[in-house]
């Protein structure tokens, strides 16, 4: 994937998940999966097991803290994590150190940047709004913005379709299998990032390139020295 060999790069586009990847969003989520909870009276379960059950969007999220016990409520607590998270999503959720330089020097190098991400698209843009990121982003793909969501390969291949860029031209940046099998499916070059929600099950994917700093994958992308973007 690197560019060194050639006259022009090689990557022209790069389509990020959202949580885990961008943003560190696992306290927010925690507590308001957590407050739903508490409204159903059943306990509640630790941030970092929580963190394992995102990626799949927020059905699934419900779903997996309920346990198959409660399942029978997951439409009770879905609506009461919805709202909560819709007034709290902002409250400790940052982007990853190093994250704005690189979306910095990705776009300077002139690489399309897209999301793509099971999270709902509304929650997605309140968050990249709310974080000054939004303008970065050529266009994002939720959880909802279409009818199917990864690791379909339909939502990258939408994204593709608005860049106007060749499969071989793009990369999907993630944290989780999710992310792996979407690439795999769309036939796209995938790179993971080891600062993420869960990258002991994301090298367990084995996937093919795996990158520890946010400047790493600029470096990637663009042949620049690692560092350029921290």
């Not at 300077?108 to 974080?131: C, F, H, Q, Y």
């Not at 050529?138 to 060749?166: F, M, N, Q, W, Y």
Request: charged share 20%.
């Amino acid at each position: 994937m690197s560019a060194a060999a050639h006259p022009r790069r090689v990557v022209e586009h790069v389509v990020f998940d959202l949580d885990g990847t961008l943003v560190d969003s696992r306290a927010d989520l925690a507590a308001s999966v957590n407050h739903a909870l508490r409204r159903l009276r059943l306990p509640e379960l630790p941030a970092a097991v929580l963190a394992g059950y995102v990626g799949e969007g927020a059905r699934m999220l419900v779903r997996r803290a309920l346990g198959p016990a409660h399942r029978d409520r997951l439409d009770e607590a879905l609506a009461l994590f919805l709202e909560h998270y819709g007034a709290h999503l902002l409250d400790a959720t940052r982007p990853y150190p190093g994250i704005p330089a690189a979306l910095e020097a990705l776009a300077a190098a002139g690489t399309a940047l897209s999301v793509l991400t099971n999270k709902p698209e509304r929650l997605s843009r309140a968050i990249l709004d709310g974080l000054g990121l939004a303008s970065r982003f050529a266009a994002i793909v939720g959880g909802d913005s279409l009818p199917t969501r990864k690791p379909d390969p339909a939502g990258l291949e939408h994204l593709r379709a608005l860049a106007r860029t060749a499969r071989e031209a793009t990369v999907l940046v993630g944290d989780s299998p999710i992310d792996v099998a979407t690439a795999a499916a769309a036939r796209t070059e995938f790179c993971g990032v080891l600062w993420g929600l869960a990258p002991d099950a994301l090298r367990a994917a084995a996937p093919a390139r795996l990158v520890a700093r946010p400047d790493e994958l600029v470096a990637l992308v663009t042949g620049a020295r690692a560092g350029s973007a921290a």
